[in-house]
């Protein structure tokens, strides 16, 4: 097993000029019911999803495809049926929150126009994770190479629709402990759940598990590496260490998760394919069947969605919100994708049974992060521009019966109206 520490490297190298950009993708967190405590945030908060009933206690392990346990058919609870947002990276260069202090008038600042397009796809989820990639302090902002994102990007995450978010990356420790406290206390105070870096022992013994629609979701999230920087404690930060992932999946279906999802940041920066370590760490965690799903950032392009050893592997997706684009970096940079997971869930099985996903484009210079179906039939920017990263993402992630992209194919024409919403599953 390659070393996840030897993966190590920085190249989120672009805060760049104004004139490069990425898009960034913020949600507001719906309330769940907390099973089993969790990591950061309020115990419960309002939702206007569907919060559904308590499920039963889940088996201690997830059966792997085709098996049965537990009770007989007639026993089991009524399948329920779950839809699960994830995306790419915020990653907040300088040019991005300049933008965002003008767009609060210079008193303060207000990333939520930004991700004002998304909004709706996000918030037509069940549940909805984001990956937060840059701490977030008080003082002065700062971008590459070590970040300090203003903390009204919490606020902004919140109001987009987020419930929970991923703050395990490579810049996690570009404030040291003090910004990862920062971070944990502006997304508590927005109301947004989180788990992957922490604030003390028992923040990181505590699992982030979200109840929705009588189904019990375990968030787990670990990065492959960390610029070279040392944690400030052991407990500071989850390294993608597939033995320390398995001992946490496992902890996890003991307090009663039936569902895991694992996110990690990990790959080779501004690589389409997945690397040897990413393929190695996919199969050690699928072949657990302690796993549902594992989704992933930190190469700033989008990766395939390919099934390993049964389990459904979203190995990149892309840029959510970044200032990078082909002045600085390949044009795939401007790409990323909102991902939703269609769960079929009942007392003993939890499977993936189709993926969706909707490529979407950072339009410049205001740094909106636009659906591309959604914004073609708005006008919202150069139809072949947002023709060209539709293409290059549907390429690169493929198309099959099980993994289809939004839309299937794009509109000749601007359709009337719009249409917003994640899909059903």
Known sequence: MVSPMALARASDAWSGSAHVGRAVCVAVAVAAAVVGGGAGGP????????????????????????????????????????????????????PIFDRARALAGGRGYDFA??????????????????????????????????????????????????????????????GGQAGIDATARALDRAGVRHTGSFSSRGSRRRLLILRRRGVTVAFLAYTATTNGLRPPHRWSLNLADPRRILRDARRARRAGAQVVLVNLHWG???????????????????????ITAIVGQHVHVVQPIRRVAGRWVVFGEGNLLSNQTAACCPTATQDGMLVFLHLRVSATRARVTRIDYAPTWVRHPDFTVLPIKQAIARGDADPRALRASWQRTVRVVGRTRLVRPIPGDLPLTRPDPAESGAPGP
């Open 268 to 290: 080779t920066e501004y690589q389409h394919a997945p690397d040897r370590f990413q393929r190695a760490l996919a199969r050690r965690l699928a072949r657990s069947g302690l």
């Open 43 to 94: 115990q419960a908060r309002a939702t206007p999803r569907s919060m559904g009933q308590s499920p039963d206690a889940a088996t201690g392990r997830s059966s792997a495809p085709g098996e049965q346990s537990g009770p007989s058919a007639s026993a089991r609870e009524p399948v329920r049926r779950l839809t699960i947002e994830v995306n790419g990276d915020l990653l907040i260069h300088s």
């Open 113 to 174: 126009p930004m991700l004002r397009r998304v909004r709706p796809l996000i918030r037509g989820a069940d549940l909805a994770f984001c990956h937060v990639e840059t701490p977030m302090g008080p003082g002065p902002p700062r971008g590459y190479p070590l970040f300090n994102t203003p903390m009204a990007l919490a606020r902004a995450i919140g109001e987009t629709g987020w419930d929970a978010c991923d703050t395990a990356s490579n810049h996690s420790l570009d």
